[in-house]
């Protein structure tokens, strides 16, 4: 999006938690960033940085507005190499699978909030980001 088109002006912020901050303070009248979409609004939602900047403190949802909601995104996967012995590879996914249920603190830490916990993914689930940077840059 270039200054002019929508907006006055478009800026980068510098990242996501910028991007909450400024809008908060007034500073742009409005940014994106990510969050899972589930739970609360109030609360940030479930996971994700919204929630993390009101846990902090910095926010209070109630101050702020939603205006737009994505599809959902497929957040970045867990990977491991193949060349990692079979049984390495297990307990990883093991690890990460049963993480909710074994460390409901970690598992909030690693989610960045609220999670019921983590699931496999193959290629296909992140067929529409391939399609989305394919459009991009042209194809």
């Known amino acids: 999006m270039e200054s002019g088109?929508?907006?006055?002006?478009?800026?980068?912020t510098g990242g996501h938690e910028q991007t909450i901050v400024a809008v908060n303070n007034g500073d742009i009248d409005g940014g994106v960033t990510w969050a899972d979409g589930q739970g609360n609004w109030e609360d940030g939602y479930n996971s994700g940085a919204l929630r993390k900047a009101v846990?902090?403190?910095?926010?209070?949802?109630?101050?702020?507005v939603q205006i737009w909601k994505s599809k959902v995104i497929p957040e970045g996967p867990v990977v491991l190499r193949k060349a990692l012995p079979a049984d390495v590879r297990t307990k990883?996914?093991?690890?990460?699978?049963?993480?909710?249920?074994?460390?409901?603190d970690c598992a909030y830490g690693v989610a960045s909030?609220?999670?019921l916990g983590f699931q496999p993914v193959t290629h296909d689930t992140y067929i529409s980001i391939?399609?989305?940077?394919?459009a991009k840059i042209g194809g």
């Open 130 to 134: 391939v399609e989305a940077r394919k």
């Open 55 to 64: 846990d902090a403190g910095l926010v209070d949802m109630n101050d702020m």
């Open 113 to 115: 909030g609220d999670t």
């Open 5 to 12: 088109e929508y907006f006055d002006a478009v800026k980068f």
């Open 92 to 104: 990883m996914t093991a690890l990460v699978d049963g993480l909710y249920e074994a460390d409901p």
